[in-house]
């Protein structure tokens, strides 16, 4: 998963000054993904789990046309590990 932008739709806007709807909808689909995937880092941890290979190839993320959100899944938990409270490196 990247983010790329579009020079030209970006020129189109910043001209216009107008918040287009388009814009909006990707403000709020990327506000969303990052809250859940935020949540899902902090659901994890506190059940002791520790990914170690965050990176964009391992986020799936699925959009809900009806709805108009993300649905953000963090998978292969290979290089994961399981830590004791206490018992870790303080930088983990």
Do not use: W
Request: aromatic fraction near 10%; proline fraction near 3%.
């Amino acid at each position: 998963m990247g983010i790329s932008s579009n020079k030209r739709k970006h020129e189109e806007s910043s001209k216009s000054g107008d918040y287009t709807i388009r814009e909006a909808k990707s403000t709020f689909f990327m506000l969303e993904f990052m809250r859940q995937l935020v949540e899902a880092a902090i659901h994890i941890h506190k059940a002791g789990v520790f990914h170690r290979d965050l990176k964009p190839e391992n986020i799936l993320i699925e959009y809900d046309e009806a709805r108009l959100i993300p649905r953000v899944r963090i998978i292969d938990f290979g290089c994961g590990c399981f830590m004791t409270p206490g018992y870790h490196g303080y930088e983990m």
